[in-house]
């Protein structure tokens, strides 16, 4: 073994040390685990080592189960990894994730256990290379369009004369000083109903189609304006929203989308029967019609004008020219005695005709007079009349015969207790029978001493031992 420091050099070296002797090792005892024990070890290892890992690639083999969790596949061109995103977080994305779209994943990575798959659970997808927002603006206005809600075909025209307005929109913006500024200087007659709401934030979509709903419900409201002032994309977002597109294509009566400025675009817009470009541009198609409504009466009012005066200006030049003929002068002269045949003609055919209806009510009086003879009422008071007199005389008859036949029947009763054997039983009188009871002793012949015989009382029965007899020859 070489020293720690130089020797000198007069000093032998020392002699080399016999190396001791090779101890040998223990044998390392193995450590048998089980499938689920290196499942769970290695799961921790990858929950510990990748707790958010931002993953990009294409989702294939997407599919919602009934619990609302989505499983997915998430591949590139040289490898793939199954994924999970639950409910909850996918209920806060703005788009449908779907097959053959790149998207980038957040999440961390996790152990299926039954089939010792690892897998990333997704909390958050973006869509590679476009918005969320504008990824699920594209995919929602193709399925309405799919369905036929954009046709031109259910647009329906705005009224003429809209007598009563629905507004739908908040309170605090701007978009309803704008619109009730703009019908009060227009159209002053209008009855403006309005249905505030949120337009922006969480759960603003479900307030506007509530409010749509509760609006679309008041009695006579011929027109509905919804809409809100100018913002970003993300304070517009509530009118992307399917509940809201449907609400409007449900709605009963015309409706106009009036959201944001002319060059924002929403659902709300291709859904609604007109689309206004500001709120303001909104009020003023509601009350463009009725100016040309107006309009068209003041030019047809004009020209009925003109043409009755000036038939009327004919009409008299013409008169004049008539009344300038020679034949027909003293014409009025002549128009008003047949006025005066006519007053009289007219009073003679009045008095005929007072007095054809006098003689004619007469008549209906004496007809009606002579119907109530015949009258159904009468008739059948007369015959409850009778019956209740028959109902009286066989309730008493019924109830004579019924005391007649009670008397006669307690007669009977009392001739047959006179004649019943019980009746004579009962005066102290007995009957002497044999001993088994079939026949009645009636002599003391029948009889002979210590023979048994039975006695019957008016109430019960002697068992008796005959010990005299006496013959009736021989009774004093």
């Known amino acids: 073994m070489t020293p720690p420091f130089d020797l000198p050099f007069d000093l032998p070296d020392d002699p080399p040390e016999e190396p001791p002797a090779a101890v040998p090792e223990p044998t390392p005892r193995r450590r048998i685990l089980t499938v689920s024990q290196l499942t769970a070890q290695v799961r921790g290892l990858l929950e510990s080592r990748f707790m958010e890992v931002w993953v990009e690639g294409e989702i294939s083999n997407s599919r919602v189960w009934n619990t609302g969790h989505m499983y997915f596949t998430l591949k ?113 007659n209008a009855h403006i109903v309005i249905r505030p709401t949120r337009v922006q934030g969480d759960g603003a979509a479900r307030e506007i189609a509530a409010a749509l709903r509760a609006i679309c419900k008041v009695p006579a409201v011929d027109v509905v304006i919804v809409g809100r002032g100018g913002g970003s994309i993300e304070d517009l977002w509530a009118f992307n929203e ?23 675009v929403t659902i709300a817009d291709f859904v609604a029967d007109l689309r206004a470009p500001t709120p303001s541009a909104a009020a003023e198609m509601v009350v463009a019609k009725k100016d040309e409504f107006v309009s068209r009466i003041d030019r047809l009012s004009h020209r009925v004008r003109s043409v009755m005066e000036t038939r009327l200006h ?25 006025a005066r045949d006519v007053d009289e003609f007219t009073q003679d055919l009045h008095q005929v005709m007072r007095g054809r209806v006098a003689t004619s009510g007469r008549a209906v009086e004496s007809l ?12 059948l008071l007369r015959v409850r009349a009778r019956l209740g007199t028959a109902d009286a005389a066989l309730t008493t008859a019924s ?30 009188y007995a009957v002497c029978w044999n001993a088994d009871r079939t026949a009645v002793i009636r002599t003391a ?32």
């Not at 779907?98 to 010792?116: E, F, I, N």
């Not at 004049?320 to 003929?325: D, G, H, K, N």
């Not at 029948?446 to 021989?474: K, P």
């Open 76 to 188: 590139d061109a040289g490898a793939q990894i199954k994924g999970v995103m639950f409910r909850s977080a996918l209920r806060a994305l703005r788009f449908a994730p779907q097959d053959g779209l790149r998207v980038v994943a957040r999440g961390h990575l996790s152990v299926y256990d039954p089939k010792g798959e690892y897998q990333i659970i997704c909390e958050h997808l973006e869509p590679e290379g476009l918005g969320a927002l504008q990824l699920a603006f594209d995919q929602l206005k193709q399925r309405l369009s799919e369905e036929g809600l954009f046709d031109a075909a259910r647009k329906r025209p705005l009224p003429v004369l809209p007598r009563k307005i629905g507004v739908v929109t908040s309170l605090d913006g701007a978009a309803i000083r704008d619109i009730v500024h703009v019908l009060r200087r227009r159209h002053p």
């Open 242 to 264: 399917e509940i809201v597109a449907r609400a409007i294509a449900h709605c009963p009566v015309p409706t106009i989308s009036a959201v944001g400025h002319e060059t924002d």
């Open 314 to 338: 004919r009409n008299e030049a013409r008169l004049r020219m008539l009344e300038a003929q020679p034949g027909l002068a003293g014409f009025r002269g002549r128009i008003a005695l047949r």
């Open 368 to 379: 009606r007079r002579t119907l109530e003879t015949f009258d159904l009422r009468r008739r």
């Open 399 to 428: 109830a004579t015969a019924r005391h007649r036949a009670d008397r006669r029947l307690r007669g009977s009763a009392a001739r047959l207790e006179a004649l019943s054997p019980l009746g004579v039983l009962a005066r102290g």
């Open 445 to 476: 012949d029948a009889v002979e001493v210590g023979q048994r015989v039975r006695v019957t009382l008016g109430q019960g029965e002697l068992e008796c031992a005959v010990t005299d007899r006496q013959d009736s020859e021989t009774r004093p």
